[in-house]
Protein backbone atom coordinates (compact mmCIF):
# COMPACT_ATOMS: atom_id res chain seq x y z
CA UNK A 1 0.00 0.00 0.00
CA UNK A 2 1.51 3.52 -0.81
CA UNK A 3 2.13 6.36 1.74
CA UNK A 4 0.10 8.36 0.52
CA UNK A 5 -3.71 9.13 -0.26
CA UNK A 6 -3.76 9.54 -4.34
CA UNK A 7 -5.68 12.79 -5.87
CA UNK A 8 -7.15 12.27 -8.92
CA UNK A 9 -7.68 16.30 -10.64
CA UNK A 10 -10.07 16.77 -13.29
CA UNK A 11 -10.91 19.93 -15.71
CA UNK A 12 -14.03 20.08 -17.56
CA UNK A 13 -17.16 18.57 -15.56
CA UNK A 14 -19.57 20.26 -17.39
CA UNK A 15 -22.91 19.88 -16.06
CA UNK A 16 -22.00 16.71 -13.93
CA UNK A 17 -23.23 14.16 -16.15
CA UNK A 18 -20.85 13.60 -18.45
CA UNK A 19 -17.14 12.33 -18.44
CA UNK A 20 -15.59 14.62 -16.18
CA UNK A 21 -18.24 13.75 -13.40
CA UNK A 22 -17.64 10.14 -13.97
CA UNK A 23 -14.11 9.80 -14.01
CA UNK A 24 -14.25 11.77 -10.58
CA UNK A 25 -16.61 9.15 -9.00
CA UNK A 26 -14.61 6.40 -10.66
CA UNK A 27 -11.89 7.00 -9.17
CA UNK A 28 -12.90 7.88 -5.79
CA UNK A 29 -14.37 4.73 -5.65
CA UNK A 30 -10.77 3.29 -6.22
CA UNK A 31 -9.81 5.65 -2.83
CA UNK A 32 -8.74 8.80 -4.63
CA UNK A 33 -9.26 12.34 -3.45
CA UNK A 34 -10.99 14.76 -5.92
CA UNK A 35 -9.91 18.09 -7.43
CA UNK A 36 -12.42 19.25 -9.43
CA UNK A 37 -11.73 22.06 -12.49
CA UNK A 38 -14.45 23.65 -14.28
CA UNK A 39 -16.09 27.25 -15.31
CA UNK A 40 -19.70 26.39 -14.25
CA UNK A 41 -19.42 27.07 -10.34
CA UNK A 42 -22.98 25.66 -9.78
CA UNK A 43 -22.71 22.23 -11.21
CA UNK A 44 -19.18 22.14 -9.33
CA UNK A 45 -20.77 22.60 -6.26
CA UNK A 46 -23.38 19.93 -6.66
CA UNK A 47 -20.66 17.37 -7.21
CA UNK A 48 -18.48 17.94 -4.77
CA UNK A 49 -21.37 18.13 -2.52
CA UNK A 50 -22.50 14.54 -4.10
CA UNK A 51 -19.06 13.36 -3.57
CA UNK A 52 -18.67 14.96 -0.23
CA UNK A 53 -22.45 12.71 0.86
CA UNK A 54 -20.32 9.59 0.15
CA UNK A 55 -17.27 10.04 2.10
CA UNK A 56 -14.70 11.46 -0.48
CA UNK A 57 -12.66 14.35 0.27
CA UNK A 58 -13.45 16.05 -3.21
CA UNK A 59 -12.73 20.05 -3.87
CA UNK A 60 -14.33 22.17 -6.20
CA UNK A 61 -11.87 24.59 -7.88
CA UNK A 62 -14.20 26.57 -10.57
CA UNK A 63 -12.07 28.60 -12.90
CA UNK A 64 -13.43 31.84 -15.51
CA UNK A 65 -11.29 30.33 -18.20
CA UNK A 66 -8.97 27.52 -19.30
CA UNK A 67 -6.17 30.60 -20.01
CA UNK A 68 -3.01 29.80 -18.21
CA UNK A 69 -3.21 32.10 -15.20
CA UNK A 70 -6.87 30.89 -13.88
CA UNK A 71 -5.21 27.05 -14.23
CA UNK A 72 -1.99 28.38 -12.54
CA UNK A 73 -4.25 30.12 -9.49
CA UNK A 74 -6.01 26.54 -9.55
CA UNK A 75 -3.33 24.77 -9.08
CA UNK A 76 -2.15 26.68 -6.73
CA UNK A 77 -5.45 26.71 -4.53
CA UNK A 78 -4.76 22.97 -5.19
CA UNK A 79 -1.42 22.62 -3.49
CA UNK A 80 -2.49 24.62 -0.49
CA UNK A 81 -5.96 22.24 -0.28
CA UNK A 82 -3.82 19.32 -0.44
CA UNK A 83 -0.63 19.76 0.58
CA UNK A 84 2.38 17.20 -0.37
CA UNK A 85 3.33 15.97 2.89
CA UNK A 86 -0.39 14.24 3.03
CA UNK A 87 -1.40 13.78 -0.59
CA UNK A 88 0.26 12.89 -3.85
CA UNK A 89 -1.39 14.13 -7.10
CA UNK A 90 -1.60 10.61 -9.30
CA UNK A 91 -4.07 11.00 -11.69
CA UNK A 92 -5.03 13.95 -13.94
CA UNK A 93 -7.67 14.23 -16.76
CA UNK A 94 -8.48 17.09 -19.34
CA UNK A 95 -11.37 16.60 -20.46
CA UNK A 96 -12.18 20.45 -20.99
CA UNK A 97 -13.74 20.80 -24.58
CA UNK A 98 -15.48 23.26 -26.58
CA UNK A 99 -17.53 22.55 -29.30
CA UNK A 100 -18.31 23.98 -32.68
CA UNK A 101 -20.28 22.75 -35.08
CA UNK A 102 -20.27 24.94 -38.24
CA UNK A 103 -19.43 25.47 -42.14
CA UNK A 104 -15.57 26.63 -42.36
CA UNK A 105 -16.93 29.89 -44.10
CA UNK A 106 -19.62 30.49 -40.85
CA UNK A 107 -16.87 30.28 -38.62
CA UNK A 108 -15.88 33.58 -36.18
CA UNK A 109 -12.83 34.62 -34.68
CA UNK A 110 -14.44 34.33 -31.72
CA UNK A 111 -14.93 30.45 -32.22
CA UNK A 112 -11.24 29.98 -33.07
CA UNK A 113 -10.49 31.69 -29.84
CA UNK A 114 -12.89 29.02 -27.76
CA UNK A 115 -11.05 26.44 -29.31
CA UNK A 116 -7.85 27.84 -28.96
CA UNK A 117 -8.07 28.15 -24.91
CA UNK A 118 -9.83 25.28 -24.54
CA UNK A 119 -7.77 22.70 -26.21
CA UNK A 120 -4.79 24.20 -27.46
CA UNK A 121 -4.30 26.98 -23.90
CA UNK A 122 -5.87 25.11 -21.59
CA UNK A 123 -4.00 21.28 -22.29
CA UNK A 124 -0.69 22.93 -22.15
CA UNK A 125 -1.11 24.97 -19.61
CA UNK A 126 -3.32 21.85 -17.49
CA UNK A 127 -0.36 19.38 -18.76
CA UNK A 128 2.52 21.64 -17.39
CA UNK A 129 1.16 21.79 -13.70
CA UNK A 130 0.23 18.37 -13.67
CA UNK A 131 3.82 16.78 -15.11
CA UNK A 132 5.64 19.30 -12.38
CA UNK A 133 3.97 17.89 -10.00
CA UNK A 134 4.10 14.22 -11.18
CA UNK A 135 8.11 15.22 -11.21
CA UNK A 136 8.21 15.27 -7.69
CA UNK A 137 6.39 12.16 -6.56
CA UNK A 138 8.14 9.43 -5.74
CA UNK A 139 7.35 6.14 -8.32
CA UNK A 140 4.91 4.25 -7.24
CA UNK A 141 5.91 0.55 -7.34
CA UNK A 142 2.33 -0.95 -5.62
CA UNK A 143 1.54 -3.85 -7.91
CA UNK A 144 4.64 -3.31 -9.89
CA UNK A 145 2.99 -0.08 -11.07
CA UNK A 146 6.29 1.52 -11.69
CA UNK A 147 4.95 5.36 -12.25
CA UNK A 148 4.71 8.65 -10.75
CA UNK A 149 1.39 9.42 -12.00
CA UNK A 150 -0.92 9.10 -15.06
CA UNK A 151 -2.20 12.37 -17.72
CA UNK A 152 -5.21 11.67 -19.74
CA UNK A 153 -6.55 13.83 -22.76
CA UNK A 154 -10.23 13.34 -23.88
CA UNK A 155 -10.27 13.21 -27.74
CA UNK A 156 -13.05 13.20 -30.25
CA UNK A 157 -13.29 11.30 -33.39
CA UNK A 158 -12.20 14.77 -34.63
CA UNK A 159 -8.92 14.01 -33.09
CA UNK A 160 -8.08 11.59 -35.99
CA UNK A 161 -10.54 12.85 -38.78
CA UNK A 162 -11.59 16.62 -40.08
CA UNK A 163 -15.05 16.99 -41.98
CA UNK A 164 -17.65 18.80 -43.53
CA UNK A 165 -18.19 20.91 -40.31
CA UNK A 166 -15.58 20.34 -37.82
CA UNK A 167 -12.68 22.69 -39.18
CA UNK A 168 -12.46 24.38 -35.79
CA UNK A 169 -13.09 21.77 -33.26
CA UNK A 170 -10.64 19.13 -35.38
CA UNK A 171 -8.27 21.40 -35.23
CA UNK A 172 -8.27 21.87 -31.40
CA UNK A 173 -8.13 18.42 -30.45
CA UNK A 174 -5.85 17.37 -33.15
CA UNK A 175 -3.60 19.55 -31.04
CA UNK A 176 -5.03 17.84 -28.28
CA UNK A 177 -3.52 14.78 -29.45
CA UNK A 178 -0.52 15.93 -31.05
CA UNK A 179 0.43 17.28 -27.16
CA UNK A 180 -0.54 13.81 -25.58
CA UNK A 181 1.63 12.08 -27.77
CA UNK A 182 4.84 14.26 -27.81
CA UNK A 183 4.53 14.61 -23.75
CA UNK A 184 4.30 10.80 -23.87
CA UNK A 185 7.64 10.17 -25.56
CA UNK A 186 8.99 13.01 -23.31
CA UNK A 187 7.97 11.81 -19.96
CA UNK A 188 7.82 8.66 -20.18
CA UNK A 189 11.62 7.92 -19.42
CA UNK A 190 10.42 10.00 -16.12
CA UNK A 191 7.95 6.87 -15.14
CA UNK A 192 5.33 9.74 -16.21
CA UNK A 193 2.19 7.70 -18.06
CA UNK A 194 0.29 10.02 -20.29
CA UNK A 195 -2.10 8.92 -22.72
CA UNK A 196 -5.09 10.41 -25.50
CA UNK A 197 -8.78 8.65 -25.71
CA UNK A 198 -10.33 9.32 -28.95
CA UNK A 199 -13.68 8.72 -27.99
CA UNK A 200 -15.30 7.77 -31.45
CA UNK A 201 -18.98 8.31 -31.08
CA UNK A 202 -21.79 9.93 -29.12
CA UNK A 203 -21.52 10.48 -25.48
CA UNK A 204 -25.02 10.00 -22.89
CA UNK A 205 -25.38 13.10 -21.11
CA UNK A 206 -27.80 15.53 -20.07
CA UNK A 207 -26.31 18.55 -22.04
CA UNK A 208 -26.45 16.14 -25.14
CA UNK A 209 -30.10 14.91 -24.67
CA UNK A 210 -31.04 18.57 -24.64
CA UNK A 211 -29.11 19.61 -27.69
CA UNK A 212 -29.70 17.11 -30.17
CA UNK A 213 -33.20 16.48 -29.08
CA UNK A 214 -32.82 12.80 -27.06
CA UNK A 215 -31.61 11.35 -30.28
CA UNK A 216 -32.75 7.46 -30.14
CA UNK A 217 -29.14 5.52 -30.27
CA UNK A 218 -28.74 7.09 -26.30
CA UNK A 219 -30.93 4.87 -25.34
CA UNK A 220 -28.69 1.95 -26.39
CA UNK A 221 -25.37 1.18 -25.21
CA UNK A 222 -24.70 -0.63 -28.34
CA UNK A 223 -25.07 2.51 -30.30
CA UNK A 224 -23.46 5.31 -27.92
CA UNK A 225 -21.10 5.65 -25.01
CA UNK A 226 -21.82 5.43 -21.16
CA UNK A 227 -19.74 8.53 -18.86
CA UNK A 228 -19.16 5.50 -16.54
CA UNK A 229 -18.05 3.43 -19.92
CA UNK A 230 -15.26 5.57 -20.77
CA UNK A 231 -14.24 6.43 -16.71
CA UNK A 232 -13.86 2.44 -16.09
CA UNK A 233 -11.15 2.58 -19.50
CA UNK A 234 -9.33 5.66 -17.41
CA UNK A 235 -9.16 3.78 -14.37
CA UNK A 236 -7.74 0.71 -16.36
CA UNK A 237 -4.97 3.08 -18.12
CA UNK A 238 -4.10 4.13 -14.24
CA UNK A 239 -3.39 0.83 -13.30
CA UNK A 240 -1.33 -0.71 -16.18
CA UNK A 241 2.21 -1.56 -15.24
CA UNK A 242 4.79 0.49 -16.53
CA UNK A 243 5.98 -2.47 -18.82
CA UNK A 244 2.94 -2.35 -20.74
CA UNK A 245 1.33 1.18 -21.05
CA UNK A 246 -1.21 2.55 -23.50
CA UNK A 247 -0.26 5.97 -24.88
CA UNK A 248 -3.71 5.69 -27.27
CA UNK A 249 -7.42 4.25 -26.54
CA UNK A 250 -9.82 4.21 -29.23
CA UNK A 251 -12.84 4.04 -27.80
CA UNK A 252 -17.01 3.01 -29.55
CA UNK A 253 -19.74 1.62 -28.96
CA UNK A 254 -20.28 -2.48 -29.93
CA UNK A 255 -22.37 -1.16 -33.18
CA UNK A 256 -20.43 1.62 -34.71
CA UNK A 257 -21.02 1.66 -38.14
CA UNK A 258 -19.39 5.11 -39.50
N1 LIG B 1 -20.55 14.33 -25.93
C1 LIG B 1 -20.10 13.62 -26.95
O1 LIG B 1 -20.87 13.02 -27.70
C2 LIG B 1 -18.63 13.48 -27.18
C3 LIG B 1 -18.17 12.61 -28.17
C4 LIG B 1 -16.81 12.41 -28.35
C5 LIG B 1 -15.91 13.10 -27.54
N2 LIG B 1 -16.37 13.98 -26.58
C6 LIG B 1 -15.39 14.63 -25.72
O2 LIG B 1 -15.55 14.05 -24.43
C7 LIG B 1 -15.21 15.02 -23.42
C8 LIG B 1 -16.27 15.01 -22.38
O3 LIG B 1 -17.49 15.39 -22.91
P1 LIG B 1 -18.87 15.00 -22.27
O4 LIG B 1 -19.88 15.23 -23.34
O5 LIG B 1 -18.79 13.69 -21.59
O6 LIG B 1 -19.16 16.16 -21.23
P2 LIG B 1 -18.52 16.53 -19.78
O7 LIG B 1 -17.57 15.50 -19.32
O8 LIG B 1 -19.69 16.84 -18.96
O9 LIG B 1 -17.63 17.77 -20.12
C9 LIG B 1 -18.14 18.86 -20.71
C10 LIG B 1 -17.04 19.78 -21.12
O10 LIG B 1 -17.57 20.62 -22.10
C11 LIG B 1 -17.59 22.00 -21.62
N3 LIG B 1 -18.81 22.53 -22.19
C12 LIG B 1 -18.85 23.29 -23.30
N4 LIG B 1 -20.11 23.59 -23.62
C13 LIG B 1 -20.89 22.98 -22.70
C14 LIG B 1 -22.29 22.93 -22.48
N5 LIG B 1 -23.15 23.57 -23.28
N6 LIG B 1 -22.78 22.22 -21.44
C15 LIG B 1 -21.92 21.59 -20.62
N7 LIG B 1 -20.58 21.61 -20.78
C16 LIG B 1 -20.07 22.30 -21.80
C17 LIG B 1 -17.44 21.90 -20.16
O11 LIG B 1 -16.75 22.96 -19.61
P3 LIG B 1 -16.79 23.30 -18.01
O12 LIG B 1 -16.71 22.02 -17.26
O13 LIG B 1 -15.62 24.17 -17.81
O14 LIG B 1 -18.09 23.98 -17.78
C18 LIG B 1 -16.56 20.65 -20.07
O15 LIG B 1 -15.27 21.05 -20.38
C19 LIG B 1 -14.98 16.34 -24.15
O16 LIG B 1 -13.59 16.54 -24.27
C20 LIG B 1 -15.61 16.10 -25.53
O17 LIG B 1 -14.99 16.85 -26.55
C21 LIG B 1 -17.70 14.17 -26.38
Known sequence: MPSFKPLLVVAGVGKGGGTGAATARAFAKEGYSIALIARGADSLKSLEDELRASGVEATAFPV???????????????????????????????????????????????DIQAITETSINGGFAFAKEVISEYKNNEIDNTDGLGKRGVLIFTGATASVRGNTTTSAFAAGKFALRALSQSLAKEFGKDNIHVSHAIVDGAIVTPQGREQFNNPPIYDSQDQSLTPEGISAAYVYLAKQPRSAWTWELDLRPAHEKW
Not at 69 to 82: E, H, T
Open 64 to 110: TSYEHVSLRSAFQAIRNRYPAQQYSLRAALYNASHWVRKPFLEITPE
